[in-house]
């Protein structure tokens, strides 16, 4: 579902998609020990996806950075009423703080035999074409990516987006192989 931006988002976003901006932010709120561990010079505005610490890590970066949270905060209560510990804002704070200090929970689809593949429902054909995507010849795993698809119904959209992807992706992908068998 997509969101649209709301005033109060869009005015935010607008003035700190300049770096000056939140070089002058960050110098006047960010608290003395974490602006010491800081290089203002290299501030670059990225999204704050997942997306951007892949890319932060495929410029040859060994470690993720550092990622502050920092809530700007203009309610109409005023001062902030809320708790500033984040691990407050869960149910259950003692879970999510054991939670997010453990080793995260990993899925390598590289490991999962491909017969486990084939038994995990609805995922098992993202779970297949990623885990072969890479490899050599992707044709020699057309039958069965034609089977996922067909055994577990995916809807047109999603169909059409794997064969998209195969398309872009896959190496040495027999085009005409591939039409004849969808």
């Given at each position: 579902m997509k969101t649209f931006p709301t005033p109060h988002d869009s005015f935010f976003?607008?003035?700190?998609?300049?770096a000056s901006i939140s070089v002058d932010f960050l110098q006047i709120h960010l608290p003395p020990?974490?602006?010491?561990?800081?290089?203002?010079s290299t501030l670059a505005i990225?999204?704050?996806?997942?997306?951007a610490m892949h890319r932060h890590l495929k410029q040859g970066?060994?470690?993720?950075?550092?990622?502050?949270?920092?809530?700007f905060y203009h309610g109409r209560q005023s001062p902030y009423p809320y708790s500033m510990r984040w691990l407050n804002c869960f149910d259950d704070p003692t879970a999510a703080?054991?939670?997010?200090?453990?080793a995260f929970p990993l899925v390598?689809?590289?490991?999962?035999?491909?017969?486990e593949i084939k038994t995990h429902r609805k995922?098992?054909?993202?779970?297949?074409?990623q885990k072969h995507i890479h490899g050599k010849d992707i044709n020699i795993h057309l039958p069965i990516i034609?089977?996922?698809?067909?055994?577990?119904?995916?809807?047109?959209?999603l169909a059409q987006c794997s064969m998209h992807y195969l398309l872009q992706k896959g190496n040495a992908l027999d085009s005409e192989e591939f039409i004849n068998i969808h």
């Open positions: 976003r607008k003035f700190f998609s300049d020990a974490l602006q010491a561990k800081c290089d203002f990225t999204s704050g996806s997942f997306v970066h060994k470690r993720l950075p550092m990622i502050v949270p920092i809530l703080q054991a939670f997010y200090t453990q390598d689809v590289t490991v999962i035999p491909d017969d995922v098992a054909l993202l779970e297949y074409v034609a089977w996922l698809m067909e055994k577990f119904g995916l809807s047109k959209e």
